[in-house]
């Protein structure tokens, strides 16, 4: 391609944030909890399950989409995902309809989980070699509008549910994010080899460390710091997904508010969770990966001991606010980190595959705080267990540091000998 040949890559970035708005909505799924619960009469835990699965099936989404999408390009695969996501959601209302709770399992939970992550991989394998100058930046800003999907879909959702029940509103989503999804996919293209910013050297000291070479996936398997990356994520999403998962239940039994005002504590969370993509990110981009994933880590440990003692709802709002910001800020950084370490060739691949801890941290925590509190009444236990471990986990960001392709040559030559 010649240079006048060449898409857009702002306009890449805009379709990028309108398909990651639209995947987002995983996050308001605490809308759907209670009523499904009153209307279904099924049990907390097994309501829980749907959110805990799709989280689970999009780490398995990326996986694929990662993979097929460095060998056919992004289009397509971000094409694909857009057909499973909204037909997951369309499923979802004929399950609900039917009162089948493993119907909806297979519709919400896996489907619309694969399709997730399919989509979720594409723009970010994507942004990252279209602006090399600004990658966490830009990364931060795509992932920026997974973290607002709710945001916009909460209170719609809301509304619908109110008016015309759950499985109608499950339908009305599907059908618009079957759209917007695919519509979006259009614009993604890949830049030619070797394609950089006209004029453009990297001048920061984050930029002139970031690795210049590509490692392949199993490459970059092949290293220790792949596993660390892995277990950071793990950690950072197993924190804040159980909050996210528990909003609004939360918001009405710690500070008493009503179930319709409480949905409000779902977009406070999805607003920060989307701020924190870009802060954190454009921040690792001047101070470093692994110093920020320090500071989210020790934010946490401070507001988790503190949430349990929260009853006023200025102070609670805060607490929430923060724990989407470093949430938020765990996605942001954490695909320049990796782009850092193992370079963009083949990002989609190699960050599929530790995105995979995504849907791993989906099991532990939220299943956690669900059962201790269907036995207690009560979140406390649960918040006190992920402020230790979030505690104990500081040390990991400062043991990071890039890998050598030269130390992975010398391993596998000791293998072979």
Request: glycine content about 12%; proline content about 4%; hydrophobic content about 55%.
């Amino acid at each position: 391609m010649t240079t006048e040949q060449l898409p857009n890559r702002w306009g890449i970035a805009v379709a990028a944030v309108i398909m990651q708005i639209c995947l987002g909505a995983v996050y308001g799924w605490s809308v759907f909890k209670i009523p499904l619960m009153r209307t279904e009469h099924w049990s907390e835990t097994q309501v829980q399950l749907n959110f805990t699965l799709a989280i689970l099936f999009l780490g398995f989404g990326t996986i694929i989409g990662g993979l097929w999408q460095d060998r056919k390009g992004p289009r397509l695969v971000a094409s694909v995902a857009g057909l499973v996501y909204g037909i997951g959601y369309l499923l979802a209302g004929v399950f609900t309809t039917a009162h089948n709770l493993n119907g909806l399992y297979f519709a919400y939970g896996a489907l619309t989980g694969l399709g997730m992550g399919m989509g979720y991989i594409c723009p970010v394998a994507t942004l990252v070699k279209w602006f090399p100058e600004r990658r966490g930046l830009m990364t931060g800003v795509a992932v920026c509008g997974y973290g607002a999907g709710a945001l916009v879909m909460s209170p719609i959702a809301a509304r619908l549910v109110i008016a015309h029940g759950v499985a109608y509103t499950f339908e009305a989503l599907g059908a618009v994010y079957l759209v917007l999804v695919v519509l979006a996919a259009q614009f993604y293209a890949n830049p030619p080899a070797g394609w950089k910013p006209e004029g453009w050297q990297p001048r920061s000291a984050v930029a002139m460390a970031a690795t210049m070479q590509n490692y392949t996936v199993s490459e970059a398997m092949g290293t220790w710091q792949f596993w660390l990356l892995w277990a950071l994520l793990f950690l950072n999403v197993s924190a804040g997904i159980m909050i996210i998962s528990q909003a609004s239940p939360m918001a009405q039994q710690m500070v008493g508010m009503s179930a319709v005002a409480a949905a409000s504590m779902v977009g406070l969370i999805s607003i920060f969770n989307g701020l924190g993509r870009v802060f954190w990110a454009w921040v690792s981009d001047h101070l470093g990966r692994a110093r920020v994933y320090f500071l989210l880590y020790l934010i946490q440990v401070v507001i988790f001991f503190s949430l349990p003692r929260i009853h006023n709802l200025t102070a609670f709002s805060l607490a929430f606010a923060v724990i989407g910001l470093c949430y938020g800020g765990g996605f942001g950084t954490m695909p320049s980190f990796t782009a850092d370490f193992f370079g963009p060739k083949y990002m989609g691949g190699i960050y599929g595959i530790i995105l995979l801890a995504w849907g791993a941290a989906a099991i532990p925590s939220p299943i956690m705080i669900a059962r201790l509190h269907q036995a207690t009444g009560r979140f406390d236990a649960s918040i006190y267990v992920i402020a230790v471990v979030m505690a104990v986990s500081l040390v990991f960001p400062l043991i990071a540091k890039r890998p050598r392709k030269k130390e992975l040559m010398g391993s596998a030559v000791a293998s072979a000998a």
